[in-house]
């Protein structure tokens, strides 16, 4: 079954944004477009966060520490560099939360799934980027946070609430 992705990639925090699109042929072998750009990959892991990567045909080995979206490489020749790798979802929740929310903010739902967990309370402050709640979709868990600092002024949806893309989840002000 081929599998096809969208991510967006920055590398060491930089400015420029690369728009990939990946789609694993089989398992450990992908083809990604970077940017326009495509190349073949095969991809496996040979130890302990060490892995061997083919890319169009030439070899590499590399160490990556993945810390959530952000993943360390370190290549064999002793070059490091850090990529942040994002889904659309949370490319969106990045740029809203940088461009320094102010006044009431309602958090919609970004996709259908059910509330897994609530981990605030009506009245409650927060900071922006705290976890509000945990959605379930499509089986993984995506932390609802909160966009600014705030105090939580209501919360729309209950445990194991099954919601749709555009419900309203909460409201920070």
């Given at each position: ?48 966060d060490v892995y061997s990567i083919i890319i169009d045909g030439k070899s590499y080995a590399m160490e990556i520490d993945e810390k959530g979206d952000i993943f360390d490489i ?100």
């Open positions: 079954m081929i599998t096809k992705r969208n991510y967006f990639a920055t590398i060491d925090g930089g400015e420029k944004e690369y728009i990939v699109e990946l789609v694993e042929n089989t398992q450990n072998q992908f083809t990604i477009d970077i940017d326009g750009r495509k190349h073949s990959i095969d991809f496996a892991m040979a130890g302990d370190l290549m064999e020749n002793g070059d490091n560099f850090s990529i942040e790798v994002l889904d659309e979802m949370k490319r969106l929740m990045k740029m809203r939360h940088s461009a320094g929310l102010e006044g009431r903010q309602i958090i919609e739902a970004q996709m259908p799934g059910y509330i897994w967990k609530i981990l605030v309370e009506k009245g409650q402050e927060v900071k922006a980027g705290e976890p509000l709640m945990i959605l379930v979709a499509m089986k993984m868990e995506n932390e609802i946070k909160a966009p600014k600092d705030g105090i939580v002024e209501d919360i729309f949806v209950e445990l194991d609430q099954t919601i749709v893309t555009g419900d309203r989840l909460a409201v920070v002000e």
